[in-house]
């Protein structure tokens, strides 16, 4: 697999000293032993989020902790519903972000108030599919439940631009002011690092430059899928 290669001289323009900068990492995929975090904290990722089942957490995450802390940038766990060692993640000191791939968010509130009790003390997001691009996903039910929440605002995969996606961050921002006022930043975009799920060549970096500036504005941070596929190195 690729990984990111950090320019000599770039930057991470934030609009705060607290906005994200992270990366969906699948071990399955990339090992964590093969992953240069040096070159991550270089590039501007300020979180790292590793996808772990209730099989292999417990092996997979004390080793991208420990190398994670050494450079300075954040763990957090990303779990599917099922996944049952939410409080024992946050017992390690680490995030939890639950991925939430349904139509049927109300379904699922009491699964999600669940994690969030059980995560007290660290950091708990939401990952959701695009409100308004794929359906209702009531935001305004999972708001108050997570410190964040990651709409999947993947332009490959809906047909949309970079006016769509300023559009639509511009909606939540607008939505969540409310929110902001309580638990400021509360929407994170996920974007993706390669075309679309039809299509894995791999986004330039101008582009993927050019996708993560069209939301800044408006949100807390970015989440970069997938380390492995991406030629991300930092804004300039």
Known sequence: MGCVSAAGNSTTDQTSTNFIVGYYINPNVTPISEINFKDLKSAGITDIYVLVTNHNYLSVLPEAKEKADAVGIRTNAW???GFNHASQ??????????????YNIPAHLLQ??????ATYGVTFSVTVKPDGWDGNQYYYLIGPLCDYIVPQLYVGDYKYGITGLTNSVKKYNQIYNLYNIIFPGKIVAG??????DENAT????????????????????????????SNFNGLE
């Open 79 to 81: 779990v599917f519903p």
């Open 89 to 102: 993640v946050a017992q390690m000191k680490i995030g939890v972000q639950l991925d939430m791939e349904t």
């Open 112 to 117: 999600i108030l669940a994690m969030r009790l």
């Open 191 to 196: 974007l993706e690092t390669y075309q679309s």
């Open 202 to 229: 791999p986004k330039n970096t101008s582009t993927l430059s050019a996708e993560i500036k069209a939301v800044k504005p408006y949100t807390h941070g970015v989440i970069l899928f997938r380390y492995g596929l």
